[in-house]
């Protein structure tokens, strides 16, 4: 068994235009930062992105839409970035809007095997529109079906050669359960060590959900919202 | 005098009570955590996945893994959890969380709110703020009374795309403190020096007024 790759070129060498690709994240808060420039890089384009956000401007997401790569993103929030507005206004990209645990969920759903699952998120709103709706204990819920992803792309702290992920801090986010809902997935790591050093009590995925994993590097890991308080 | 922002979030404040997870929406609703009454506990959730969320952090100790829900930089305090999203918004789902607190755009006298869309102007998604009011057992919607035009927000009918129907319970704004009840919102309290008769006068949905109306304690 050999998931290891030499890097991010290799990883994503098979990636066709026209996939739909789950990427880890939230905000620019545990981003697959390695695997985004080199799909940037090689110019892979018509894209359905399931993310939940498009990055900003220059960094993340937005640097795929910069290179009008992708067709259409399924986010749940998509504010701070001018060019995604700019094409969306022109028609240029198709955008689809979910809640945000509906979006997790459905990434859930597909890594656990569940067609489906039903929700209460969007029930009266705009988001239910076409829906089928079932009544459980009173209460009207909404089928939401899982995603079905070609590649899920995801950023972890952690790796060893097994495809066993770490994650750090809020960095985890989507991630985990993009990671499982990958009918192929790639886990870019900022440490790459051998099977049998990380502690099997304190794995967030199991790596038989990844099937390709490196150590990634030049991590810029910006931040979107720097806030701070002054020392006393 | 209408209350200023930090008031709003201040009588907010008060309904905190020992032991509760929160979840703090973005705007007023995140000043709150500036006015936790001194002998009141409560964990804060960021729906992004973290329980036990602590202050902005020092200069120089950013960490870019460790954001809010609005991609802020914050802290853990001790006894802190990172958990992913799915879980997040399960225990959300679950009812685990005692209170949510969130702005909004408009909220009618049924409990409806609306607070994601504009129609014909970008729309920049819905993040968490549907599956929260869809699911929370007990939300506060914090915001101004009046839009900038001097509308009134509390309405018999959201005009606006809804984020969620029949969840509100409780609205303060800076003119009052208000229940939804089957008549309506019903005014608890008024803002020191705001009559009633004003807020009447800026209130559109079906109003009554508690017989033991007071003055906010802010």
């Known amino acids: ?232 | 005098m209408a209350l200023t922002k930090e008031q709003i979030a201040k009588r907010i404040a008060q309904e905190l009570q020992d032991g509760f997870y929160v979840n703090l929406g973005i705007g007023i609703p995140t000043l709150v955590a500036n006015y936790i009454p001194q002998g009141v506990n409560v964990v804060l959730q960021s729906e992004n996945g973290l329980l036990g969320m602590g202050p902005f952090p020092f200069e120089g100790e950013e960490d870019a893994d460790l954001i809010n829900a609005g991609k802020q930089t914050v802290t853990t305090v001790p006894g802190s959890a990172f958990f992913d999203s799915a879980m997040s918004f399960g225990m959300i789902r679950a009812g685990k969380v005692d209170l949510t607190v969130l702005g909004a755009m408009e909220v009618a006298d049924n409990g409806d709110i609306a607070n994601w869309k504009i129609p014909k102007k970008l729309v920049k998604g819905m993040g968490g703020a549907m599956d929260l009011v869809a699911a929370a057992k007990n939300i506060i919607v914090a915001m101004q009374h009046t839009n900038p035009k001097g509308e009134s927000k509390l309405l018999p009918k959201c005009t606006l795309p809804l984020t969620g129907i029949g969840c509100i319970k409780k609205v303060v704004t800076d003119l009052g403190v208000f229940d939804i009840t089957p008549d309506g919102f019903k005014c608890l309290e008024y803002a020191p020096g705001v009559t009633i008769e004003e807020i009447k006068a800026k209130t559109a949905g079906r109003l009554v007024i508690a017989d033991d109306v007071k003055e906010m304690a802010v």
């Open chain 1, 1 to 232: 068994m050999n998931k290891v790759v030499a890097g991010a070129e290799e990883a994503i060498k098979d990636i066709p235009s026209g996939a739909t690709l789950m990427l880890g994240g939230f905000g620019l808060c545990g981003i697959p930062e390695n695997c985004i420039s080199a799909i940037v890089k090689k110019g892979i384009n018509n894209l359905t992105c399931i993310s939940n956000n498009a990055g900003v401007d220059d960094f993340g997401i937005g640097l795929m839409l910069q290179g009008r790569q992708v067709k259409k993103m399924i986010a749940s929030y998509v504010g701070e970035n001018a060019e995604f507005e700019r094409q969306l206004l022109s028609g240029e990209l198709e955008v689809d809007l979910i809640p945000q645990g509906t979006l997790a969920t459905r990434c859930m759903a597909a890594g656990y095997g569940m067609p489906a699952v039903f929700l209460l998120a969007g029930i009266g709103t705009e988001v239910a529109e076409g829906k089928e709706v079932r009544n459980f204990n009173g209460k009207d819920y909404l089928l939401e079906e899982a995603f079905d992803a070609d590649f899920a792309i995801v950023k972890a702290w952690k790796g060893d050669t097994m495809g066993n992920l770490i994650f750090k801090g809020t960095a985890r986010n989507f991630s985990p359960m993009m990671a499982m809902a990958g009918k192929i997935t790639i886990a870019e790591v900022e440490h790459l060590v051998p099977a049998g050093e990380l502690d099997p009590n304190y794995i967030h995925v199991p790596g038989i959900y990844v099937h390709r994993i490196f150590e990634g590097k030049n991590y810029e890991k910006r931040i979107e919202n720097r806030t701070v308080r002054k020392r006393m």
